[in-house]
């Protein structure tokens, strides 16, 4: 293990290799999405994508933030007047679907669909195109989202949009089938994003590594790949049925037709569930190759921590009645799904040893993204803690739709998935801008966001537990909760002032931040950090060759590589699923504007199905055209045509 | 003669040329196959759902077809799944052509499937009023409709999949890889058929036992 730190091929001055600048400029020339807005909008580029992708999630972060930050200051003080019911049920109906649907399962699928590439050392995606699809789809839900609420027609009711509540009965006006129509968007592209992921990490990783060396992240990303494929088809029926429910009098939900709200429910939380991993696990693998860089050594017990994120995959899927323990669920089915849900904190507890293990012997380097992580272990087993009390049923009962409740979720996704992330902005901005973040304004950013989390989240225990129910516009004086609250607030208050100073750092950094070179913590494992920063359009000019589970760090001086690639097409090499032997050679298609005018064809489909279910019949004549005409190739010089008559 | 990376950067040891592997493979081997697979198992998780929601809300009726709604009638979803039986070897017999790289056996396969799934929208207009029921009439008809309605999505997206490709085999250029793409077709179209059998089972035959 850990032979001295190899330069990367890039940096070694062209003349000492004849050939390779003209190798490069080859490469770029047929990798390159072209120039100017054309080329962006048909670009195909998994970082281009990527890099927009996590953008659009974090403005939505930013958005979801500023909600946040109008529900605390409404509730700052008791009887306050600043927002009224109407718009305060809109406002954390956004907030909650914004921060689910828009940012956190999105920002993770778009970490992943940059990353993956990348770490496993091929040129793209699977799928160019599809990628580009679904991003544009998911953009358009988002937008479609935020402008039906700054036209006054804001989903209200919840996030989870309960039936009956969001049923044609009680849900009037075109606010839930808003909320429905979104969630269409996202879950179309976080399958797409799950489909391209799986067959990329399955077919494309370079020769030599194999499934048992292939770094932590990927695997995270791959079982959230596969979670995301078989939990989100639950949610998207489910908002149709609910659609359908308010547009063509169907009784899905309507109990006095047979149809049932609980089924709502056992629908929503099918989904609901696994989210919430769909969320953490690929926070997990960024702790794990973070610890691993800032520590310099090995994960403790690679195979525990790949059994163990597998083993939640399957388990996050038997958890979800533990949130309709209020529910006439029957008594048996309570006792098995606390059991459940105690059980899946031993494979989270298995990491968790792990990680301590590694840290344990190693000398760790408090650098920015591992302070982010160290926040990450605080945070969230406070979270996780909460979540024990709740899983038995009898305290659940207690502090049901209470802001114990609130408090727990919060500690749970920004412990578990916010704090990761920070950390991975940190640790992977140099890659992804070639410019470094300022440690000074890092650490005060993870600061701030520490102090911030707990005071404005801890208090949410107490009131909770003093019975202040959640999705309340205000309380009155008399209940003595005005204090905590105006603690709460002054806490999102200072996260709000981590997050403007996150953004400082970011913008003075794109300014003239220091140059990062192409592996700047020195201690890296992954082969992302062997190609420059940014990376060029083609990832590699010669795939790497792996030998080991930190291909870094065992590299030999003048390290392997594949050779005889086309350099005059876009070529992937495929390998094998388990060994990842070189198989073929795959040409990917070339950018293109279709799926950017198929996603504005899908989009206004289903904007259009909210007022006319005739707009399915109109829709899909009109998204056919883009998606034959992108699905019909043009071959190029030099590709293989089958000719007239020969068979 | 393709343009091919012929520079060597250092590290002889090891170094693997691949200018020599086969650019177009079928079944597991191939990504097409994957993305293939990705949708089935994201399109099938949706049928399961309809299935799940459609014997939920059995549950709540204490005949099933409640009352007064006469059971779904057999024809028009019997001759569906006869077929669909035929069907399945014209596919299999098409697989083989593609990997064969027989142009004129996918030309000829794609043209039978374009037909088979246009027979397969008609007559499911016939299924959907066989089922006697309207989507809203009752939770019955909600979910039996659901269910046959969502599988219809994948019988006209096949019908369009089929038309552009048959058209494409036929206006051209073919390349290699059209011929994985109609392979991965045929997979599909066992995905379609088989996903129907069991749902043909749920909704017309289960209520009559
Ligand atoms: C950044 C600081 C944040 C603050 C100050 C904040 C504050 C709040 C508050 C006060 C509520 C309760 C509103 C009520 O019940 O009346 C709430 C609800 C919620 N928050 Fe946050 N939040 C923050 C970040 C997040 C993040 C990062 C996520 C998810 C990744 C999230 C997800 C949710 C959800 C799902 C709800 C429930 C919405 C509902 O009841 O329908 N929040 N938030
Ligand atoms: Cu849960």
């Given at each position: 293990?850990?032979?001295?730190i190899?330069?990367d091929p890039e940096?070694?001055?062209?003349?000492?290799?004849?050939?390779?600048?003209?190798?490069?400029?080859?490469?770029?020339?047929?990798?390159?999405?072209?120039?100017?807005?054309?080329?962006?909008?048909?670009?195909?580029?998994h970082k281009?994508?990527g890099k927009?992708?996590?953008?659009?999630?974090?403005?939505?972060?930013?958005?979801?933030?500023?909600?946040?930050?109008?529900?605390?200051?409404?509730?700052?003080?008791?009887?306050?007047?600043?927002?009224?019911?109407?718009?305060?049920?809109?406002?954390?109906?956004?907030?909650?679907?914004?921060?689910?649907?828009?940012?956190?399962?999105?920002?993770?699928?778009?970490m992943s669909l940059y990353l993956v590439p990348l770490m496993i050392g091929s040129r793209d995606l699977?799928?160019?195109?599809?990628?580009?699809?679904?991003?544009?789809?998911?953009?358009?839900?988002?937008?479609?989202?935020?402008?039906?609420?700054?036209?006054?027609?804001?989903?209200?009711?919840?996030?989870?949009?309960?039936?009956?509540?969001?049923?044609?009965?009680?849900?009037?006006?075109?606010?839930?089938?808003?909320?429905?129509?979104?969630?269409?968007?996202?879950?179309?592209?976080?399958?797409?994003?799950?489909?391209?992921?799986?067959?990329t990490?399955?077919?494309q990783r370079a020769?030599?590594m194999?499934?048992?060396?292939m770094p932590l992240f990927v695997?995270?990303a791959?079982?959230?790949?596969?979670?995301?494929?078989?939990?989100?088809?639950?949610?998207?029926?489910?908002?149709?049925?609910?659609?359908?429910?308010?547009?063509?009098?169907?009784?899905?939900?309507?109990?006095?037709?047979?149809?049932?709200?609980?089924?709502?429910?056992?629908?929503?939380?099918?989904?609901?569930?696994?989210?919430?991993?769909?969320?953490?696990?690929?926070?997990?693998g960024f702790?794990?190759t973070i610890?691993a860089t800032?520590?310099?050594?090995?994960?403790?017990?690679?195979?525990?921590?790949?059994?163990?994120?597998?083993?939640?995959?399957?388990?996050?899927?038997?958890?979800?009645?533990?949130?309709?323990?209020?529910?006439?669920?029957?008594?048996?089915?309570?006792?098995?799904?606390?059991?459940?849900?105690?059980?899946?904190?031993?494979?989270?507890?298995?990491?968790?040893?792990?990680?301590?293990?590694?840290?344990?012997?190693?000398?760790?380097?408090?650098?920015?993204?591992?302070?982010?992580?160290?926040?990450?272990?605080?945070?969230?087993?406070?979270?996780?803690?909460?979540?024990?009390?709740?899983?038995?049923?009898?305290?659940?009962?207690?502090?049901?739709?209470?802001?114990?409740?609130?408090?727990?979720?919060?500690?749970?996704?920004?412990?578990?998935?916010?704090?990761?992330?920070?950390?991975a902005?940190?640790y992977w901005f140099p890659k992804v801008t070639g410019?470094?973040?300022?440690?000074?304004?890092?650490?005060?950013?993870?600061?701030?966001?520490?102090?911030?989390?707990?005071?404005?989240?801890?208090?949410?225990?107490?009131?909770?537990?003093?019975?202040?129910?959640?999705?309340?516009?205000?309380?009155?004086?008399?209940?003595?909760?005005?204090?905590?609250?105006?603690?709460?607030?002054?806490?999102?208050?200072?996260?709000?002032?981590?997050?403007?100073?996150?953004?400082?750092?970011?913008?003075?950094?794109?300014?003239?931040?220091?140059?990062a070179g192409a592996d700047p913590w020195?201690s890296s494992s992954t082969l992302e950090w062997a190609t420059s920063s940014p990376p060029p359009?083609y990832n590699f000019?010669?795939l790497p060759?792996v030998?080991?589970?930190y291909p870094l760090w065992?590299r030999?001086?003048?390290?392997?590589?594949?050779?005889?690639?086309?350099?005059?097409?876009?070529?992937?090499?495929?390998?094998?699923?388990?060994?990842?032997?070189?198989?073929?050679?795959?040409?990917?298609?070339?950018?293109?504007?279709?799926?950017?005018?198929?996603?504005?064809?899908?989009?206004?489909?289903?904007?259009?199905?909210?007022?006319?279910?005739?707009?399915?019949?109109?829709?899909?004549?009109?998204?056919?055209?883009?998606?034959?005409?992108?699905?019909?190739?043009?071959?190029?010089?030099?590709?293989?045509?089958?000719?007239?008559?020969?068979? | 003669?393709?343009?091919?990376?012929?520079?060597?950067?250092?590290?002889?040891?090891?170094?693997?040329?691949?200018?020599?592997?086969?650019?177009?493979?079928?079944?597991?081997?191939?990504?097409?196959?994957?993305?293939?697979?990705?949708?089935?198992?994201?399109?099938?998780?949706?049928?399961?759902?309809?299935?799940?929601?459609?014997?939920?809300?059995?549950?709540?009726?204490?005949?099933?077809?409640?009352?007064?709604?006469?059971?779904?009638?057999?024809?028009?979803?019997?001759?569906?799944?006869?077929?669909?039986?035929?069907?399945?070897?014209?596919?299999?017999?098409?697989?083989?052509?593609?990997?064969?790289?027989?142009?004129?056996?996918?030309?000829?396969?794609?043209?039978?499937?374009?037909?088979?799934?246009?027979?397969?929208?008609?007559?499911?207009?016939?299924?959907?009023?066989?089922?006697?029921?309207?989507?809203?009439?009752?939770?019955?008809?909600?979910?039996?409709?659901?269910?046959?309605?969502?599988?219809?999505?994948?019988?006209?997206?096949?019908?369009?999949?089929?038309?552009?490709?048959?058209?494409?085999?036929?206006?051209?250029?073919?390349?290699?890889?059209?011929?994985?793409?109609?392979?991965?077709?045929?997979?599909?179209?066992?995905?379609?058929?088989?996903?129907?059998?069991?749902?043909?089972?749920?909704?017309?035959?289960?209520?009559?036992?």
């Open positions: 293990m850990t032979a001295p190899t330069a940096s070694v001055p062209a003349a000492a290799r004849p050939g390779v600048r003209e190798l490069h400029d080859q490469l770029e020339r047929v990798w390159n999405d072209g120039p100017g807005l054309r080329g962006w909008l048909m670009s195909t580029d281009s994508l927009r992708y996590v953008i659009t999630a974090f403005v939505f972060f930013l958005l979801g933030g500023v909600e946040a930050a109008m529900i605390r200051a409404q509730l700052a003080r008791p009887e306050n007047g600043l927002i009224g019911p109407d718009l305060y049920n809109q406002l954390f109906t956004m907030h909650g679907t914004t921060m689910m649907f828009l940012f956190a399962v999105p920002v993770m699928t778009a699977a799928f160019p195109r599809l990628n580009a699809y679904g991003y544009y789809v998911y953009l358009l839900g988002g937008l479609f989202l935020y402008t039906s609420f700054f036209l006054n027609v804001g989903p209200d009711a919840g996030w989870f949009a309960y039936t009956p509540l969001s049923g044609p009965a009680y849900g009037v006006g075109k606010r839930v089938d808003v909320w429905a129509q979104t969630i269409t968007f996202t879950e179309i592209a976080g399958i797409i994003a799950a489909i391209e992921l799986i067959a990490i399955f077919k020769p030599g194999s499934l048992n060396r695997w995270s791959l079982v959230m790949a596969f979670m995301i494929l078989f939990a989100m088809p639950w949610v998207a029926v489910d908002s149709q049925f609910l659609a359908m429910d308010r547009l063509i009098g169907t009784h899905f939900f309507n109990q006095a037709e047979g149809g049932d709200a609980l089924l709502w429910q056992h629908l929503f939380w099918f989904f609901g569930h696994p989210e919430v991993y769909i969320i953490f696990i690929p926070a997990l702790v794990s610890i800032f520590t310099r050594r090995e994960i403790f017990g690679y195979p525990a921590m790949v059994l163990s994120l597998v083993a939640t995959g399957f388990l996050g899927f038997g958890l979800w009645v533990h949130h309709m323990f209020a529910t006439n669920i029957p008594q048996m089915g309570e006792s098995f799904f606390t059991a459940a849900s105690a059980m899946i904190a031993i494979p989270t507890g298995v990491q968790f040893f792990c990680w301590i293990a590694t840290i344990w012997g190693g000398r760790p380097r408090f650098a920015t993204p591992f302070l982010f992580i160290l926040g990450f272990f605080a945070v969230f087993i406070i979270g996780g803690l909460s979540g024990v009390m709740i899983a038995s049923v009898p305290f659940d009962l207690q502090v049901h739709d209470t802001f114990f409740i609130v408090a727990h979720l919060h500690y749970v996704l920004l412990g578990g998935g916010v704090f990761p992330l920070f950390a902005f940190y410019r470094m973040l300022s440690e000074r304004l890092g650490k005060w950013n993870f600061a701030l966001f520490f102090i911030g989390v707990n005071v404005a989240f801890f208090p949410m225990h107490l009131l909770g537990l003093h019975g202040m129910p959640r999705r309340v516009y205000t309380y009155l004086a008399g209940t003595g909760w005005g204090d905590l609250n105006l603690v709460a607030t002054i806490g999102a208050v200072t996260i709000f002032v981590s997050v403007v100073i996150f953004l400082v750092n970011v913008a003075r950094s794109l300014a003239n931040g220091e140059l020195g359009s000019a010669h060759v030998e080991g589970r065992s030999p001086i003048e390290p392997p590589v594949v050779t005889g690639l086309r350099t005059d097409e876009r070529e992937l090499l495929i390998t094998t699923l388990l060994d990842a032997r070189p198989d073929h050679r795959h040409r990917t298609p070339d950018p293109t504007i279709w799926p950017l005018l198929a996603a504005l064809a899908t989009g206004v489909t289903f904007i259009a199905l909210i007022f006319t279910p005739w707009a399915a019949v109109v829709g899909g004549v009109l998204v056919i055209g883009p998606l034959v005409a992108w699905g019909w190739s043009k071959p190029k010089p030099g590709d293989p045509v089958i000719p007239e008559g020969v068979t | 003669m393709s343009a091919r990376e012929s520079v060597r950067v250092a590290g002889e040891a090891g170094s693997i040329d691949v200018s020599a592997l086969p650019s177009t493979t079928f079944g597991h081997r191939a990504l097409t196959w994957w993305g293939t697979v990705g949708f089935m198992a994201a399109e099938g998780t949706t049928l399961i759902v309809c299935a799940v929601a459609y014997l939920y809300v059995q549950r709540n009726f204490q005949v099933w077809p409640p009352r007064e709604t006469p059971l779904p009638s057999l024809t028009a979803a019997t001759v569906q799944i006869l077929l669909m039986a035929a069907s399945v070897p014209v596919m299999v017999w098409t697989s083989r052509a593609a990997r064969r790289f027989d142009l004129a056996g996918v030309r000829r396969g794609m043209v039978l499937s374009t037909v088979f799934a246009l027979a397969f929208c008609v007559l499911r207009w016939f299924e959907l009023h066989a089922l006697n029921t309207r989507w809203d009439s009752n939770a019955y008809g909600s979910t039996a409709w659901a269910i046959v309605f969502a599988h219809a999505t994948l019988l006209i997206a096949q019908f369009f999949e089929s038309g552009a490709m048959a058209a494409l085999l036929f206006l051209g250029p073919v390349e290699p890889k059209h011929f994985a793409d109609v392979d991965d077709s045929c997979l599909y179209w066992y995905f379609m058929t088989g996903a129907w059998l069991v749902l043909y089972l749920l909704v017309f035959i289960s209520p009559r036992l």
